[in-house]
């Protein structure tokens, strides 16, 4: 079974920081493109950062600065370095990649979400 499972979320006061993680585990061959989206209640969801590769990036323009895309291909394992978090960072975040399976499937995946509350 292929599944995103993500981890990292919390509470925590305006100006801190976490860290996001989301792992893809199963029948994978490749993972390429990977995401972090979120949704704030009453919302739509949107992009926050993405990565192809090692190294390349985008940021939506809220988050740019603070929040830092990384991945660790050998654990197919992706991050997100949260930084300077303010109360409109508040969200569930969603995991998203593109995976190619073993069986030459191809899938666009979600983790479940992880809840990141910044009080203010």
């Known amino acids: 079974q292929v599944q995103l499972v993500e981890s990292g979320g919390g509470l925590v006061q305006a100006g801190g920081s976490l860290r996001l993680s989301c792992a893809a585990t199963?029948?994978?061959?490749?993972?390429?493109?990977m995401g972090w989206y979120r949704q704030a209640p009453g919302k739509q969801r949107e992009l926050v950062a993405r990565?192809?590769?090692?190294?390349?990036?985008r940021y939506a323009d809220s988050v740019k600065g603070r929040f830092t895309i990384s991945r660790d291909n050998a654990k197919n394992t992706m991050y997100l370095q949260m930084n300077s978090l303010q109360p409109e960072d508040t969200a569930v975040y969603y995991c998203?990649?593109?995976?190619?399976?073993?069986?030459?499937?191809?899938?666009?995946?979600w983790g479940q979400g992880t809840q990141v509350t910044v009080s203010s």
């Open positions: 998203n990649a593109d995976l190619l399976l073993r069986t030459l499937e191809r899938r666009d995946e």
């Open positions: 199963g029948n994978i061959f490749r993972v390429n493109a």
């Open positions: 990565i192809i590769g090692d190294s390349n990036t």
